[in-house]
Each structure stands twice: as structure tokens, then as C-alpha cells.
């Protein structure tokens, strides 16, 4: 048993249905070790709106602490993964797609390409990632060890956020 659960969903026209064909989750599965975190759920799906709006939706009802999707998050008109996520909020945290912003920008240019969302529904963190394992290990290693802090807030713990 982990001490975080995490729900994760990929987005891939072309791999949805094949999560043997994905290669998101072991670079997510590995960089969670270090918060003592595991993926609980796992889908592959297609970048399909009500699709994924309904996943989050599901996701959010279940017993993860955060769902992260990779995926969808470009210009192309099937990456919708932002505007689903957006919908089913019950509100932003724009500072986390900023920091991975700030940070992936001295990787790349590129990055302020992302359309990346963060958020939270009924207590759960739901965090957009980019779509290649590269950027998603990038990202995710970045943001990891804030978490466990945010999971914690989420759940009702009061003490001070300074430190």
C-alpha cells in the first residue's frame, strides 16, 4: 500500500486501449517511488472530450489523491485535454502549470506551446501533463515533491504552509 494513490490517464488517438503500447507509465510509476506514491487507476484512452470528461469525473469519485493525464495538451484540434479538464473543475490552481512553465523554458521554447491545466474536484488534484515520456519525466520530477504537501492540504491538514 502506498502512501499517495494516484490516478493516471493518457491520452493517444493511436494507443488508446493499448497500454502495453504506452510508455507514460513507467517513467510516472518511477518518479512517484519517491514520494511513496502508486498509480492505482490506469487508462489509455482517445482524445475525445466527453470521453475525457467523464474519466475525470470517474476518477474523481473514486479513492486516488491526484489524477494526472498526459496528453492532448497542444494546438492540434484533438488535444482537448485542458479544455475537459477545465470544465469539470471546481477551481484552478494556475501556479502549477506555471512552475513546470518556468522550469521546462530552460529546456525548451517549446514549452510555452503547453496549454497545461491544474486543478482540483471533490478534493482531488488533477495535474495535465504533457504527452512524451520525456517532457512527462521532465515535468513531473519537477512538481513531485510539493505533492504529498498539496494531497495533505486537500485532506484537511491545517498546519501552516510555510517552511
Known amino acids: 500500500m502506498s502512501g499517495y494513490r494516484f490516478g493516471l490517464i493518457v491520452m493517444s488517438d493511436s494507443r488508446a486501449g493499448k497500454p502495453e503500447e504506452d510508455k507514460v ?6 518518479i512517484l517511488k519517491e514520494i511513496d506514491g502508486e498509480v492505482v487507476l ?6 475525445d472530450k466527453e470521453l475525457i470528461k467523464n474519466k475525470l469525473l470517474e476518477y474523481a469519485e473514486s479513492d486516488v489523491d491526484v489524477i494526472l493525464t498526459s496528453g492532448g495538451t497542444g494546438f492540434y484540434p484533438r488535444d482537448v ?22 522550469f521546462s523554458l530552460t529546456k525548451t521554447k517549446r514549452a510555452m506551446l503547453s496549454r497545461m491545466v491544474a486543478g482540483v474536484r471533490n478534493s482531488r488534484l488533477i495535474i495535465n501533463l504533457p504527452g512524451s515520456p520525456k517532457a512527462v519525466d521532465e515535468c513531473l520530477s519537477y512538481i513531485v515533491e510539493v505533492l504529498p504537501h498539496a494531497v495533505d492540504k486537500l485532506k484537511g491538514d491545517s498546519s501552516p504552509c510555510g517552511g
Open 25 to 30: 507509465k513507467p517513467v510516472v510509476d518511477e
Open 81 to 102: 485535454t485542458p479544455d475537459a479538464t477545465k470544465e469539470i473543475l471546481d477551481y484552478e490552481i494556475p501556479s502549477i502549470p506555471q512552475a513546470i512553465l518556468y
Open 42 to 47: 490506469y487508462e489509455v484512452i482517445p482524445d
